[in-house]
């Protein structure tokens, strides 16, 4: 059983990967980087995840979103994050990857932020 569990939604033409658990060395970042790769391949292009409910990151956990975030982006297709938790914020601070990722802390706003329709949102 892996220390991660992925579950993924639609909003909006937005694919939301919610995690839950940890994102660390092994099992788990292989789990989330062949999802995010499975999801553009198979055409989804606005991705999403979802932090809130993941309790650590640790530096291969980084590096795997920093993957998926190229493979995505390879793909023509955008990663963004939302609802990072306090450790996770402070992570992405100290590594400059808000530099990197668009980070949202609020879901509705990250997937406002995906349309390219130039259409108001209500």
Same mark, same amino acid.
């Given at each position: ?7 993924? !939604?639609?909003? !909006? ?7 839950? %658990?940890?994102? @660390? =060395? +092994?099992?788990?970042?292989?789990? =989330?980087?062949?999802? =995010? !790769?499975?999801?553009?391949?198979? %055409? ?16 291969? %956990? ?13 793909? +023509?297709?955008?990663?963004? =994050?939302?609802?990072?938790?306090? !450790? ?29 329709? %130039?259409?108001? @949102? +209500?």
């Amino acid at each position: 059983m892996s220390d991660l569990n992925i579950s993924t !939604r639609e909003n !909006r033409g937005v694919t939301i990967l919610d995690l839950t %658990g940890k994102i @660390a =060395l +092994g099992e788990s970042s292989g789990l =989330l980087h062949t999802q =995010l !790769r499975d999801l553009v391949t198979a %055409g989804k292009k606005d991705l999403l995840i979802n932090l809130a409910d993941v309790r650590s990151i640790d530096s291969s %956990g980084l590096g795997t979103l920093v993957a998926g975030y190229t493979t995505v982006q390879n793909k +023509g297709g955008e990663l963004k =994050l939302t609802n990072l938790t306090d !450790r996770a914020s402070e992570l992405m601070t100290i590594t400059k990857l808000y530099t990197v990722f668009e980070i949202f802390d609020d879901e509705k706003a990250a997937i406002n932020s995906f349309s390219k329709t %130039g259409e108001a @949102a +209500g």
